[in-house]
């Protein structure tokens, strides 16, 4: 399938060469049955695959996927220095499966990647919800110990991260970014687990206590990204109120 999103390189970035994170990872998405969307919790999100203001150009794309709320892709060109992209999703409330969340920030000076699976269900007491998610995903983290190198300030978003959590921030050398692609690798890697193991292995949830259970901890993790994520600041500035207020209600949800 080709992708539908413009190409990295028409979006002009100045002093390097930024990762085509897009690009690499649209051949892993573009194997679910993607239906884009027009409309998502009642906003217009047509106008987000189009972004151009003074401060930031770029795109926000939305699917609906079969057991998955909404799928979003976003690749956002901040003054042509910082650039942002992110692949998200997670279970509709018929499902308890773990919410995917990965990203890379490039600027000139450094790279930073996260990737990670949030549980939604207590896997102290729920061990078997661990074994069945996220143990498999031990090889693939241990793999990439080399690009792992960070560890995220903020109290809250520790709260709830996986025991398979990943992150790293690398600076080029000597303005030497070839080391860069394996921090996509990692992504990639993470990402073809999530749509190859655990969407598949996904089935209702039968019980409405559980249900509820999900509904409240999903809400909160997403509450806590619009509200204390420090990117919110200056997605709200460079878009402004209306659209950027849009991007965050769509982008944690």
Same mark, same amino acid.
């Given at each position: #399938?080709?992708?539908?999103?413009?190409?990295?390189?028409?979006?002009?970035?100045?002093? %390097?060469?930024?990762?085509?994170?897009?690009?690499?990872? @649209? !051949?892993?998405?573009?194997?679910?049955?993607?239906?884009?969307?027009?409309?998502?919790?009642?906003?217009?999100?047509?106008?987000?695959?189009?972004?151009?203001? !003074?401060?930031?150009?770029?795109?926000?794309?939305?699917?609906?996927?079969?057991?998955?709320?909404?799928?979003?892709?976003?690749?956002?060109?901040?003054?042509?220095?910082?650039?942002?992209? /992110?692949?998200?999703?997670?279970?509709?409330?018929? %499902?308890?499966?773990? $919410?995917?969340?990965?990203?890379?920030?490039?600027?000139?000076?450094?790279?930073?990647?996260?990737?990670?699976?949030?549980? #939604?269900?207590?896997?102290?007491?729920?061990? @078997?919800?661990?074994?069945?998610?996220?143990?498999? &995903?031990?090889?693939? @983290?241990? /793999?990439?110990?080399?690009?792992?190198?960070?560890?995220?300030?903020? !109290? @809250?978003?520790?709260?709830?991260?996986?025991?398979?959590?990943?992150?790293?921030?690398?600076?080029?050398?000597?303005?030497?970014?070839?080391?860069?692609?394996?921090?996509?690798?990692?992504?990639?890697?993470?990402?073809?687990?999530?749509?190859?193991?655990?969407?598949?292995?996904?089935? !209702?949830?039968?019980?409405?206590?559980?249900? /509820?259970?999900?509904?409240?901890?999903?809400?909160?993790?997403?509450?806590?990204?619009?509200? &204390?994520?420090?990117?919110?600041?200056?997605?709200?500035?460079? $878009?402004?109120?209306?659209?950027?207020?849009?991007?965050? /209600?769509?982008?944690?949800?």
């Amino acid at each position: #399938m080709q992708s539908p999103f413009p190409s990295s390189d028409s979006f002009a970035v100045e002093g %390097y060469k930024p990762q085509p994170f897009p690009e690499m990872l @649209w !051949p892993v998405l573009s194997k679910l049955d993607l239906k884009l969307m027009d409309t998502y919790l009642g906003y217009d999100v047509t106008t987000l695959r189009n972004i151009k203001t !003074p401060m930031v150009e770029g795109y926000m794309m939305i699917w609906a996927v079969d057991k998955v709320k909404r799928l979003s892709l976003s690749h956002l060109v901040f003054m042509k220095r910082m650039v942002f992209s /992110e692949v998200g999703m997670g279970p509709n409330e018929d %499902y308890d499966f773990p $919410l995917f969340s990965s990203e890379l920030v490039e600027n000139p000076a450094n790279a930073h990647f996260l990737a990670d699976m949030h549980a #939604m269900r207590d896997i102290v007491i729920d061990t @078997w919800y661990r074994e069945k998610y996220l143990d498999p &995903l031990d090889s693939i @983290w241990k /793999e990439y110990q080399d690009v792992n190198n960070d560890i995220n300030p903020n !109290p @809250w978003y520790r709260a709830f991260q996986s025991p398979y959590s990943i992150s790293g921030r690398h600076k080029p050398q000597d303005g030497d970014r070839s080391f860069f692609p394996r921090i996509i690798e990692c992504l990639v890697k993470y990402l073809e687990y999530y749509i190859g193991n655990v969407l598949p292995q996904a089935t !209702p949830i039968e019980s409405p206590e559980v249900k /509820e259970y999900v509904k409240k901890r999903k809400y909160s993790i997403m509450e806590q990204y619009r509200t &204390l994520d420090p990117g919110a600041g200056p997605i709200m500035k460079s $878009l402004g109120i209306e659209e950027g207020k849009k991007l965050l /209600e769509v982008l944690f949800s």
